[in-house]
């Protein structure tokens, strides 16, 4: 897994077993740094004990032979001192007199006899503690006086290797090192397993979550909810009732949609009668011509031709209410004819308002895009647009094609069109349904253009390229990649 550079973004069931392991290695440092504190403390007392312990006998064996300075039996006795197992660690023994001077030395070629002491082991017989460390090279200097007067009769000094208490704390140093490790990565992968396990709830509403982002309304089975209690078991209850609520509200936005298409069709059903009654009226007149005179044959031609005018005019706006609604499950092209066709729906509208009808269709070919979907949008903005004209005003629509995109622009001058409804125009089918019915027609339009991934532009007043008021309303809808079955095809 491929985790983001932030560790903000990191999951939660990787984010808490680092925690833990960090946790656990503070506190392991910590523990590892008083212990080794605590036990280079008690090395030190320990060998502060054992030289006193051991220097003191010595200082009394070796006290009449330096009252007598008697050099050689002073030196015997250094000599089976060092030699001794029970001061193993000495590496020097130094007698030295009140003037520091050197009496005798276990090692007489590094410390002659009646020479004075190096500058560095006098300071260390100022040492009230009588114990000097020298930590770099890993040797630790102790001194003992001789003698029971007020005034000694001089001091031993002892040279003691440290190397294996050093060695000693750096193996409690790794064991330390190792436990902590191993106790912090056990600690990591048990956190992680059980922060999966704690998180798996979390996983379900999660994939749940997403699939209705994606517009895939689904409830929580049974048989997760069943096995929650406390919090996740009321996260899942209350998820399944919001889920419950969305599909009711899709579902009756879906049927107020078809039922503001019924009530268009409805509304249209006046003008199309209108627009059917008129020509029948001229076929009748026409048939009753004929019958009266129809011997002539110029008669004949004259009334033949008014009632093909007539059927066809009738023809048009049949077919143009079945192209606008007999919608398919898929529409994967329209023509430019079926654009046209809701020029014969609107035109009762029109000529009932007194409105002219300016059309500019400019495809010259059927275009990859849901047909149905684009006339119904067209054909909502055409009537809205003539229903906020003035008499007299013209309504525009044109159609292009601009690259890969379907631009088409709907401009009326009417007063211009409530900031509410531009927002409701804009909201891409996202918010809910309008109230008291007032702009049914436009989120209807915003939810097909949701659908066909389009995008629309509102302009009013001057910018909609008119006078002070009016509207301009463009959408602009992307063609689709054209199927490879329908080219075979």
């Known amino acids: ?154 001091h031993i000094l002892a040279e003691l290797d440290l190397r294996p208490l050093v060695k000693l704390r750096h193996e409690v140093l790794m064991t330390l090192i190792a436990v902590n490790a191993g106790l912090t990565l056990m600690l990591a992968l048990l956190g992680y397993a059980l922060v999966r396990r704690l998180l798996r709830p979390l996983a379900v509403l999660d994939d749940h979550v997403e699939r209705m982002r994606a517009g895939v309304v689904e409830p929580i089975p049974g048989r997760y909810v069943a096995e929650q209690t406390g919090e996740i078991g009321r996260l899942y209850r209350r998820f399944n009732a919001m889920a419950t609520a969305v599909a009711e509200r899709e579902a009756l936005a879906a049927r107020l949609a078809d039922e503001e298409k019924l009530a268009l069709l409805g509304r249209l059903a006046s003008g199309m009668a209108h627009e059917v009654n008129n020509p029948l009226g001229g076929m009748l007149t026409a048939v009753d011509t004929l019958q009266r005179h129809g011997g002539d044959e110029a008669v004949r031609l004259r009334s033949a031709a008014l009632i093909e005018r007539g059927l066809r005019g009738i023809g048009n706006v049949v077919r143009a209410a079945l192209v606008a609604y007999k919608e398919p499950l898929e529409a994967i092209e329209m023509a430019p004819d079926d654009l046209d066709d809701l020029r014969f729906l609107v035109a009762h509208e029109a000529q009932r308002r007194r409105i002219g009808l300016l059309w500019e269709n ?128």
């Open 362 to 489: 400019r495809l010259d070919k059927p275009l990859p895009v849901n047909g149905a979907a684009v006339r119904q949008m067209v054909l909502n903005l055409l009537l809205n647009a003539c229903r906020a004209s003035p008499p007299g005003s013209p309504v525009t629509m044109t159609a292009e094609v601009r690259g890969r995109v379907l631009r088409i622009v709907i401009r009326d001058e009417g007063a211009g069109m409530p900031s509410e409804m531009v927002a409701l125009l804009g909201c891409r089918g996202s918010t809910s349904l309008p109230q008291n019915g007032r702009g049914l027609g436009l989120w209807t339009v915003a939810r097909l253009l949701d659908r066909v991934g389009g995008e629309v532009d509102v302009a009013i007043g001057p910018a909609a390229g008119g006078p002070a008021a009016g509207t301009m309303v463009t959408l602009s809808i992307p063609l689709q990649e054209t199927r490879r079955s329908h080219e075979a095809a």
């Open 1 to 154: 897994m491929k985790w983001p550079g932030h560790p903000r973004t990191w999951p939660l069931a990787v984010k808490a077993p680092l925690l833990v392991a960090g946790l656990m290695a503070a506190v392991g440092s910590l523990i590892s740094y008083t212990v080794l504190t605590r036990l280079a403390e008690e090395q030190q007392v320990q060998t502060r004990q054992l030289a006193a312990a051991h220097l003191g006998s010595l200082a009394v064996a070796v006290e009449p032979h330096l009252a007598r300075q008697d050099v050689w039996e002073t030196f015997d006795v250094l000599d089976h001192a060092r030699r001794a197992a029970t001061m193993a660690s000495a590496r020097q023994l130094v007698v030295v007199q009140p003037d520091v001077s050197v009496v005798a030395a276990s090692d007489p070629m590094a410390y002659p006899v009646g020479m004075p002491l190096p500058e560095g082991l006098r300071a260390r017989l100022g040492r009230s503690d009588g114990l000097a460390i020298d930590s770099t090279h890993e040797l630790a200097w102790v001194h003992w006086p001789i003698g029971s007067g007020t005034v000694p009769l001089g």
